[in-house]
């Protein structure tokens, strides 16, 4: 027995095709955790080069410190790279990076730091074994001149965890030949097979404040790397490594959510110590309603007088 197609069975048929062909038409770049960068693609562990094959990266099992997938996000340039003996030691990389000199208005180097059409001057950086020093070298900036950034970096073993760590130990800007603001950055670490990344690595108390004035000079400047990320000492292919994500310990919607939830527990701590102690007032108050009562002297007295002054009254009847 055949079948008949109706004209509206085809037409219903055209539509779903339609439908999956726009839908496999769509680009891979709206992938979650997925966006293309120039020279490569942004997965969730960091940038991957263009001839690389296709795959998701799996973090590995790091102590004191949880390695995470970062998720996609597009940058606007490459991540930089320092050669030692034609080989990348070091690599970073920024959406954003921006400073700012008292009240002066904001300086964004973000260009001229990562452009690979006008790149920055890394000719001074040193690797070692176990230092490194990345020199960003930027000219006159302004009325800034001989303006460069240097992060220092090192790698210690930690006997805690078992495994060899880098960190980033300063941030310094370096202006007007002598002058030089210096940044603690004892926070910013991660282990020697990840790379690290922040939303923000800044001096600004809204960004908990992960670089800290060293020096009076500091004081005057505001510095901030947004979508920071950097790996040093164990950098392979060129790209980044899984990224060890920076977690905020306490910032203050959590301190917030913290306070809020003690003021919580104790209101309902209060709550209940009042309704155990108002059913131990009822207890008590039903207790004492059977208790006897013996009758007062003074109503004895009443009583006794009302009854001889009855039996006189029947005696004189």
């Known amino acids: ?67 995470l997938q970062v998720q996609g996000a597009a940058v606007p340039f490459p991540p930089l790279k320092v050669l030692s003996n034609g080989e990348p030691c070091v690599l970073f990389q920024a959406r954003k990076l921006s400073l700012r000199y008292e009240k002066q208005k904001q300086l964004d180097l ?80 991660a282990p020697a097979s990840s790379s690290y990344h922040c939303d923000h690595v800044s001096s600004l108390q809204r960004y908990r404040a992960l670089l800290l004035p060293s020096n009076q000079h500091a004081q005057r400047w505001s510095l901030t790397f947004t979508n920071f990320q950097i790996q040093a000492f164990n950098v392979s292919s060129g790209s980044f490594s899984p990224a060890s994500v920076c977690s905020p310990v306490l910032t203050p919607a959590i301190l917030m959510g913290l306070i809020t939830s003690l003021i919580l527990l104790l209101v309902l701590a209060y709550a209940l110590h009042m309704v155990i102690h108002l059913k131990h007032i009822e207890h008590q108050d039903q207790h004492k309603a059977h208790v006897y009562y ?18 006189l009254r029947q005696e004189e009847n």
């Not at 094959?53 to 390695?67: A, D, M, Y």
């Not at 990562?114 to 070298?137: G, N």
């Not at 240097?150 to 078992?162: D, I, P, V």
């Not at 013996?294 to 039996?311: F, G, L, Q, T, Y």
């Open 1 to 67: 027995m055949s079948i008949l197609r109706t004209p509206a069975r085809r037409g219903h048929r055209k539509c779903l095709t339609e439908i999956i062909t726009q839908s496999v038409a769509v680009s891979p770049v709206h992938d979650e955790g997925i966006a293309q960068s120039e020279g490569g693609m942004w997965m969730d562990g960091g940038l991957m080069s263009a001839d690389q094959p296709f795959k998701r990266l799996q973090p590995p099992h790091v102590s004191r410190r949880k390695i």
């Open 110 to 189: 973000t260009e001229r730091a990562f452009s690979p059409q006008q790149p920055v001057d890394t000719s001074q950086s040193v690797c070692r074994q176990d230092k490194a020093t990345l020199i960003m070298r930027f000219g006159d900036v302004e009325d800034f001149r001989g303006l460069s950034i240097r992060l220092q970096l090192s790698k210690t073993f930690w006997e805690s965890s078992g495994q060899w760590w880098f960190s980033v130990d300063s941030v310094s800007l370096v202006y007007n030949s002598s002058e030089e603001a210096v940044f603690n950055a004892s926070e910013v670490f």
């Open 294 to 311: 013996p009758p007062s002297p003074e109503r004895c007295c009443v009583e006794n007088d009302d009854a001889e002054k009855n039996i």
